[in-house]
């Protein structure tokens, strides 16, 4: 989840794609309902469905096997013009392929993942331009498809963001929304006690053009992400993302 444009005091994100590990090229596509809380000032609710796929490393078919399901449901709350909070639950599952040659999968070839999170967002209007930097605290529990633990049982992750809304035109119905995110983990694994160092894992950046409908309750949102894995960033994976938000359908 990697950028949120702030117009007048309504966040507005698309749904970004998450990591799917080694791959060349992958894709993402969400289905979402935001809607705004009436007897909640400043409150809002975005639920989505999304489903990515990718290719394997030697080749360029982002489509080649499935990847990831993710179901999420997120609160916001904004305080001000410049401060808003969020916190969400989601569940995850994810396929595990190894990374040699042929690529096929684990053993076991799926991870189950139940993840709860918090964010704290800071925004910075300049002119027409909205600046926002955001803190996110992970708490993620993985599963086996049996629900035993796994190698990496729990893990505690961070993630600071820096991101950029353009409006291209006077109505804010179409935007440019750019961002960079670094992500930091420590880790507890199966057998052992205590938590690995705390330490980087990756960086994303992300270039998206949203659209807000006219006429209909829809916002779309396009666009691609630059995933780099590791301290030397020595793999690269390339995302296509492709988003729909029903806005307020219960008025």
């Keep these: 989840m990697l950028l949120v444009a702030a117009l007048c005091r309504e966040s507005k994100a698309q749904i ?15 289905l979402g309902i935001r809607q705004k ?10 639920s989505y469905i999304g489903m990515g796929r990718k290719s394997n490393p030697d080749n360029y078919n982002p489509a080649l096997k499935p990847a990831i ?43 189950q993942e139940i993840r709860a999170y918090g964010r704290l967002y800071y925004f910075l209007p300049l002119r027409r331009i909205k600046l926002a930097a955001v803190l996110r605290q992970e708490l993620r529990k993985f599963y086996t498809p049996a629900f035993h633990n796994p190698e990496e049982s729990l893990q505690l992750r961070s993630r600071l963001r820096l991101q950029m809304t353009v409006p291209l035109n006077k109505q804010k119905t179409h935007r440019l929304i750019t961002g960079a995110e670094a992500l930091f983990a420590t880790s507890q694994l199966t057998g052992h006690a205590g938590f690995t160092p705390f330490a980087y894992e990756e960086s994303r950046f992300t270039c998206y053009y949203s659209w807000t409908l006219k006429k209909l309750p829809f916002t779309l949102d396009v666009g691609y992400m630059s995933n780099l894995l590791g301290k030397t960033a020595s793999h690269v994976v390339h995302y296509l993302a492709f988003d729909i938000i029903w806005e307020n359908p219960f008025r």
């Design 16 to 30: 970004s794609p998450p990591g799917l590990g080694i791959a060349h090229m992958a894709d993402w596509f969400a």
């Design 69 to 111: 399901l993710v179901l999420n449901h997120e609160f916001t709350h904004a305080v001000n013009t410049h401060y808003q909070y969020a916190f969400a639950l989601s569940y995850r599952r994810q396929d595990e392929y190894l990374d040699r040659a042929p690529y096929k999968h684990q053993r076991p070839g799926t991870q």
């Design 37 to 46: 809380l009436k007897r909640r000032k400043g409150w809002q609710s975005m």
